[in-house]
């Protein structure tokens, strides 16, 4: 993991309080626009502490504007007492999204409300985008909504019926973007786009989409034959020979090397290079990676994404305890944790399709293994269930700071390749 700058807060060793969550918010193609970060520790309820800001300072300054040009938005959950913490002034204001709640009840008077506007109208003017809920078209609340940059409405917890109405009223203030929570099923999403949401946050994208009879695509089978010669040590020019008959293939495997991601020195220009260069053994972690492009139809796009965080985060975290040929093996774990919904078919059957090491079936196929532990832990990162992803981290004796770091890392660096 890269090493505390001297000018940037330094990271608290201290025992495991707070732990991180993140849910990929999306747009209407299911690409992955935006994350929203939240404390999901059962003693708070904000994104505020000072180990958390100093995460967030880390994650904006670790790389260049360049390289952060184009990285999701964060969307931050935000107490009002928290709004004027120094934390803010540690954060880039045009990569975050302050989600604030309405008043607590009995502090939500007509000068309660007023009050506080003018402290979202000082946070606004540095910046900051804002986001709320379905409280904000209210009319006790309409002073807000003019600060509004996104409105956010439960499809869940909200009544049906009440829906439509509620967009239509969202819809008047045209500076406002729409994203539906709670979005768990295709036919949900299919539904919040019919109503005029232009952004999407649950897990319908990440739910396997088993077909029967289900075959591979062309470029799918071309990866795994790819990953069998690789797995088997194959020759230089036989793997070159599978690579002429798909040059789709060949484009995109050195597009994958040579991203910003990878971080090499100088550019990969033929596979023969990147044999040389690389070696087998990574070949075949990035020959995974590769396989994240290739989704079948109805899969969609953020997918690809979710499982390359999944395979940088199991990365990160097993640098921790674990030599580097796992923490490699670590990455092809959580990239191919999504392999049933990146082919279409039981994890058994799509794992089947190629050899891998004992250490990556025994994970993905019976949870048992060297890198079990990390994968379930990664899975808690994305899970609501506070308990397990205390139980995860606890078990492999890591802080609440080494995992948070890691997830924050896993996103930028997902974000930086070119899938």
């Not at 768990?184 to 029967?212: D, M, N």
Request: glycine share 4%.
């Amino acid at each position: 993991m890269t090493p505390p700058r001297a000018d940037r807060p330094t990271l608290a060793t201290t025992p495991m309080t707070l732990s991180m969550a993140r849910q990929p918010i999306l747009n209407a193609q299911g690409q992955v626009v935006a994350h929203e970060l939240f404390d999901r520790s059962a003693s708070a309820h904000t994104f505020t502490a000072a180990s958390d800001a100093a995460l967030l300072f880390n994650l904006l300054t670790d790389a260049t504007p360049e390289e952060f040009s184009g990285q999701p938005t964060l969307f931050i959950n935000c107490t009002h007492a928290t709004l004027a913490a120094g934390h803010l002034d540690l954060v880039d204001a045009e990569h975050v999204v302050l989600e604030v709640g309405p008043l607590p009840v009995g502090q939500d008077t007509p000068q309660d409300i007023d009050t506080f506007w003018h402290s979202l109208v000082a946070v606004h003017a540095r910046g900051f985008k804002l986001a709320f809920n379905h409280t904000v078209l209210s009319p006790a609340y309409a002073p807000w909504l003019g600060l509004a940059s996104f409105i956010k409405l439960d499809l869940a917890s909200l009544e049906p019926a009440k829906h439509a109405s509620l967009v239509q009223q969202a819809q008047q203030n045209p500076s406002a973007q729409l994203v539906a929570e709670k979005i768990e099923t295709a036919a949900q999403f299919e539904r919040a786009k019919q109503l005029g949401f232009a952004l999407f946050q649950g897990y319908w994208f990440a739910q396997p989409v088993l077909i029967k009879g289900q075959t591979l695509r062309p470029a799918q089978a071309a990866i795994l034959q790819l990953i069998h010669l690789v797995r088997q040590e194959a020759s230089t020019s036989e793997i070159e020979e599978v690579l002429k008959h798909d040059p789709t293939l060949s484009f995109n495997l050195l597009r994958f090397i040579n991203s910003a991601g990878f971080g090499l020195r100088c550019e990969i220009t033929s596979f023969k290079h990147a044999v040389m260069i690389l070696g087998l053994k990574k070949l075949f972690r990035w020959a995974a990676l590769l396989l994240t492009s290739a989704r079948i139809d109805g899969c969609a796009p953020a997918v690809s994404q979710a499982a390359v965080v999944r395979g940088r985060l199991m990365e990160l975290l097993a640098a921790h305890l674990l030599p580097p040929e796992e923490c490699d093996n670590a990455f092809v774990v959580g990239i191919f944790s999504m392999l049933d919904a990146m082919l279409g078919m039981a994890m058994k059957d799509a794992l089947g399709t190629m050899p891998l090491p004992q250490t990556v079936t025994d994970a993905l196929l019976h949870q048992c293994g060297v890198l079990a532990p990390f994968l379930s832990l990664t899975l808690a990162c994305e899970s609501a269930d506070d308990a397990a992803f205390a139980q995860h981290a606890t078990a492999l004796q890591l802080t609440g700071d080494q995992v948070n770091l890691a997830h924050l890392q896993a996103l930028v660096w997902a974000q930086n390749m070119t899938l």
